[in-house]
């Protein structure tokens, strides 16, 4: 991100500060064969930079890295997070960021409809790349009636 007090074009400095980080990318796709390309966008907006990018590269899936936290109260997931979840017009995956490797066992909360089916093939793909399970759980009241317990086991079961 560029200050808004400088113009974009004076982007030598932010782009070699970057460069580092598109690096380390590129060596992590080429150790699982992803084929990558990169790019640097200089702009004052990252939330408005990542969602222009997003659909001129005509995108399916947005993977957005998340330290877990926010500085505040106006923001669930952060500033930039925020705006490019509710404005994307494609997948978004959220990922907290960890110094552990690729996931193996991953537990998929769903309560059925269309986007959970999503979400349920993405982790599938994921835990599969890994040889790993996927556990799909979802939540009933604890005075939920026994027909509610049964349709919803039943529905994981076919999931």
């Known amino acids: 991100m ?5 113009p974009p074009r004076l982007e030598s400095f932010y782009v070699e500060r970057e460069r580092a980080i598109l690096d380390a990318a590129r060596r992590r796709g080429r ?17 408005r930079a990542i969602l222009e990018t997003s ?7 947005m993977v957005l890295g998340w330290k877990g936290h926010t500085s505040t109260a106006r923001h669930i997931l952060g500033e930039v997070t925020d705006a490019v ?9 959220l990922v ?14 769903t309560h059925g409809g269309v986007h959970a089916q999503q979400a ?5 793909e994921i835990a599969g790349s890994q040889n790993g399970a996927v556990t799909l ?22 999931a």
Request: glycine share 2%; aromatic share 2%; proline share 9%.
């Open 2 to 6: 560029v200050p808004e007090q400088l």
């Open 31 to 47: 150790k699982h064969d992803v084929p990558m390309t990169s790019l640097v966008r200089i702009g004052h907006n990252p939330a």
């Open 55 to 61: 659909r001129e590269r005509e995108c399916d899936l």
């Open 85 to 93: 979840v509710l404005n994307a017009r494609t997948d978004i995956m």
């Open 96 to 109: 907290k960021l960890t110094d552990e490797p690729l996931p193996k066992r991953l537990l998929l909360p």
């Open 120 to 124: 349920e093939n993405y982790a599938a």
């Open 137 to 158: 759980c979802t939540i009933v009241p604890v005075d939920a009636q026994e027909e509610l317990i049964q349709s919803e086991n039943e529905r994981l079961n076919a």
